[in-house]
């Protein structure tokens, strides 16, 4: 079964430092996203992209957070520089569509920023 | 708005029913219902569009009162594998980003 895949599971970086977290969202999949929960809380939903573009974000995605599909298969979250506030376990998700369709979420990465 | 779920947690014996509501304060499109284990991603269980429609999987169920901008989950027989956090999910509008409950935690003992 088609599923999304994420890189690295564990990412540890200093405060300031630049990250970038990936995914491999399933290849017949349209529309991508990144949610991010902080241990113990909700999921928070912080980017939308379709066709290269995002089409909505949060208040939580400010200019430290960018996205990118640099390729037909990768879509990656860069955080520019880390605040200790951003540690969380990310996640990202796809979907065929947006009506209707469920959201496939992959394994999640665990940013730690001390 | 972030929807409001309830109860925040829940421990059940095996066997036993459970039901898990998600309230919002504004006209929903759609409520998506996932299942979260500990250390794990959520995986998706069902979603209700508007219209009142109602929803089952094997012993999982739920409905979507449009009037109430209310969704229950139902959770019957329970089994040790229904453990975990399940969290509603609301888009205001279709293709909206999802915004979630806070959690529902459900414990099930044999």
């Known amino acids: 079964e088609p599923e999304v895949t994420q890189t690295p599971s564990h990412q540890v970086t200093q405060m300031g430092q630049e990250v970038i977290l990936r995914c491999v969202p399933i290849s017949n999949h349209l529309y991508f996203y990144w949610y991010r929960q902080i241990l113990g809380q909700k999921v928070e939903f912080l980017v939308s992209f379709y066709n290269n573009e995002i089409s909505e974000k949060s208040e939580i995605f400010d200019d430290q957070f960018s996205v990118e599909r640099p390729d037909g298969s990768n879509f990656t979250l860069k955080i520019r520089s880390t605040k200790l506030e951003d540690s969380a376990m990310y996640f990202c998700?796809?979907?065929?569509?947006?009506?209707?369709?469920?959201?496939?979420f992959g394994p999640g990465t665990r940013l730690t920023v001390t | 708005q972030q929807p409001v779920q309830s109860p925040q947690a829940v421990i059940l014996r095996e066997g036993e029913d459970a039901v898990i509501n998600c309230s919002s304060s504004?006209?929903?499109?759609?409520v998506h219902w996932y299942r979260q284990k500990h250390g794990e991603a959520p995986i998706f269980l069902m979603i209700l569009l508007k219209g009142g429609e109602q929803k089952g999987h094997d012993k999982i169920s739920a409905s979507f009162n449009e009037k109430k901008q209310q969704s229950s989950l139902y959770l019957t027989a329970s089994q040790l594998s229904y453990s975990g956090t399940y969290f509603c999910?609301?888009?205001?509008?279709?293709?909206?980003?999802?915004?979630f409950g806070g959690g529902t935690r459900l414990m099930v003992k044999p």
């Open positions: 998700a796809s979907s065929v569509g947006t009506e209707w369709y469920e959201q496939y």
């Open positions: 504004k006209a929903l499109y759609s």
């Open positions: 999910g609301t888009e205001m509008n279709a293709g909206n980003m999802l915004t």
